[in-house]
């Protein structure tokens, strides 16, 4: 800062790289050290701060610039003669000629003092931090288009080796995962088969003809016999796609290459035993529509012809047979017949009886639910059965929906009952049971009231089910069979402690197009197990879904109500006017929704009695 000054003229360099004259305005002379310029730009005057270290740079003349007049070597100056006496008096200088004369003198004598001085050669000036930030932000830029084009171009070569899969992308993530993965394929012959009473099951099944001519990857890996990995596609924020892997863990996983058969002998044959035993069973195949319930339950489908022979109706009908002539049981002389229903929204229709009449569900003296009319056809051996499951199968209430064009519209329940002669006492019964397929009303492009009613009526059967599973998980006192007609119909299956148990076959489907009701599907299966004694340590339930899983039935809600009624009347507890206001408002909103229920079920028993007329719009064989 000493050798510069205000108004001096230093050079500096602009942002684009050029480098003129300024003249100096402000000197800061603390710790910033800046040197506050400005110049002219036509009419415009233009300012800047520079750091001292720039000026230094770029004005090296200013403190290494050598002395015009040093001293000689013998310590002499160079004088230059006094102006003549006479001329300063007279007012006249001294010619031209004698002006050259003393120039060319002093040029003499400083000239040994100037040839002494070394020669130096000013570095180059360093570049401007502006310019070098944008030269680094260019190559960065270059940079990262070379990237670009290099994944543009990966992209491209791997697309091309998969050119008619417009999946190509999620499918090569599937595999360079299922290599990281570590399968342990076990058969079951190996594995001992478990005694739950609530056992959970999951199968899944192979990509059909069209999920394989649209290329859709399979996103379902079964690692081991007990573990399950769904692998959902996803976006980030910036559109990248990535899989997000849900694990479950279930009794037995059976993947795509397991038969019937394999499936029976896991599920439904240990719960045969059980019925021979005085007790009660239940077995239900549960899905999305088009997932295999009715493969599974019914048989193999060849075209449109089904195979009973190879469902787990027939199976566990050869058991109970077979069981038959084992000595243990054969001394009880006990019989065997079989009933074949269907429940179609609120109704229920004998699927053996010729025209498939509506029967009656009702409370006996003893309160046991019995379906007043319903057809028990005794049976000898296997083939009994199988004549009654086709002739049930024929008649079975169907209809197209968006997601399959054969959709079971309703719950077919298939019942073995053994009894003791000669009063026909119940020893044991086995409800083997299709549900209908779930669907989500989001997914249901039909705008159809009745369709939509229908699918209302599935799903609420499907969650009083689950319900009633749950509380038999937990033991419960109270079992919430009222909430739909499968579970009253069902009640003795989820009464009797440990003489009942329950088995649940999850069907879900692999393809990419249906993940999120595969999700669904596992979730409802997980939930259904996570209560039960001998599920797997898991985690502890968030504090909302522990609400929703300990949610009161109508009857539960009736009663606070009237409890709440009660203690507001005396008045003796602060506070509980307002509970009781907020339970009255809950029961008025519930009262409010009944009604509508009641209406649209009015509409809907209506639609299905007027299909022999043709006015209904699902096909009911």
């Known amino acids: 800062m000493d050798f510069l000054s205000i108004n001096q003229q230093v050079f500096i360099r602009r942002s684009d790289g050029r480098i003129h004259q300024a003249g100096i305005i402000k000197l800061d002379g603390s710790v910033n050290k800046i040197v506050t310029v400005e110049w002219n730009e036509g009419v415009v005057t233009r300012g800047k701060e520079v750091p001292l270290n720039t000026i230094i740079k770029l004005n090296p003349q200013i403190y290494d610039a050598p002395a ?12 230059i003669p006094p102006r003549p006496a006479q001329a300063q008096a007279s007012g006249q200088g001294p ?41 680094r932000l260019r190559v960065k830029r270059e940079r990262r288009r070379q990237v670009h084009d290099e994944t543009r171009a990966l992209r491209q070569s791997l697309k091309d080796a998969d050119p008619k899969n417009p999946n190509w992308e999620i499918a090569r993530m599937l595999r360079m995962h299922r290599m990281q993965m570590t399968f342990q394929p076990e058969s079951f012959a190996s594995t001992p088969t478990k005694q739950h009473q609530i056992l959970v099951c999951v199968r899944k099944r192979p990509l059909n003809r069209r999920e394989l001519n649209n290329f859709e990857p399979d996103v379902v890996s079964v690692p081991n016999r007990e573990l399950l990995v769904v692998h959902e596609p996803r976006k980030q924020v910036n559109l990248t796609k990535f899989l997000e892997h849900h694990n479950f863990r279930f009794d037995y996983t059976f993947d795509d290459d397991c038969s019937n058969a394999q499936v029976h002998e896991r599920t439904a ?19 999305q529509t088009g997932s295999g319930k009715t493969h599974t339950m019914g048989g193999v489908f060849t075209g449109k012809q089904q195979n009973c022979r190879d469902g787990i109706y027939a199976l566990a009908a050869g058991d109970v047979f077979e069981y038959l002539r084992h000595p243990k049981y054969a001394r009880l002389g006990l019989t065997v017949s079989c009933s074949f229903f269907e429940l179609y929204g609120t109704r229920v229709y004998d699927l053996l009886m010729p025209g498939k009449p509506q029967l009656r569900v009702l409370e006996d003296g003893k309160q046991k639910v019995q379906v007043v009319g319903l057809t028990e056809e005794p049976v000898a051996n296997t083939d009994d059965v199988l004549k009654l499951l086709e002739l049930g199968n024929s008649v079975r209430t169907s209809g197209q929906t968006s997601a399959n064009s ?13 009894r003791l002669p000669p009063l026909g006492q119940l020893h044991g ?12 009303g989001a997914d249901n492009s039909s705008s159809n009231r009745l369709t939509r009613l229908e699918g209302a009526e599935i799903n609420k059967s499907l969650l009083a089910l689950k319900e009633c599973i749950r509380a038999l998980g937990r033991q419960s006192a109270h079992l919430p069979f009222r ?75 009736t009663n606070q109500a009237t409890q709440v009624s009660r203690v507001s009347s005396s008045a003796s507890m602060p506070g509980v006017d307002t509970h009781a ?21 009015a509409y809907f028993n209506e639609a299905t009695d007027n299909y022999d007329n043709g006015n209904g719009e699902a096909t009911k064989s």
């Not at 019964?429 to 989500?440: P, Q, T, V």
Request: include cysteine; charged fraction near 20%.
């Open 68 to 79: 015009v007049i040093r001293p000689s070597q013998n310590n002499t100056l160079v004088s």
């Open 483 to 557: 909430g739909s007609k499968l579970t009253q119909v069902l009640r003795d299956s989820f009464i009797g402690g440990k003489k009942v148990r329950t088995c649940m076959i999850a069907m879900i489907s692999p393809s990419l197009r249906s993940v999120e009701h595969t999700l669904n599907t596992l979730r409802y299966a997980d939930r259904v197990k996570e209560l039960t004694a001998h599920a797997l340590a898991k985690g502890k339930l968030p504090a909302h879904d522990a609400n929703l899983a300990q949610s009161n039935s109508l009857p539960d809600i």
């Open 95 to 135: 010619g031209p000629k004698a002006v050259m004369l003393a120039r060319q003198r002093i040029a003499t004598a400083v000239m040994p003092a100037t040839a002494a001085a070394v020669p130096r050669t000013v570095p180059e000036s360093p570049k401007d931090d502006v310019v070098v930030e944008i030269e």
């Open 406 to 418: 054969k959709s079971s519209r309703s719950h077919a329940v298939f019942q073995i009952v053994l």
């Open 581 to 601: 206001e907020h339970m009255h408002s809950i029961w008025n909103a519930y009262t409010v929704g009944s009604a509508l229920e009641d209406e649209n079920l």
């Open 429 to 440: 019964k086995f409800s083997l049971i299709d549900l209908a397929g779930n669907e989500r």
């Open 269 to 287: 044959r240990p719960l045969v035993r059980h019925i021979f035993e005085g007790g009660m069973a239940t077995c239900f195949a549960y899905g």
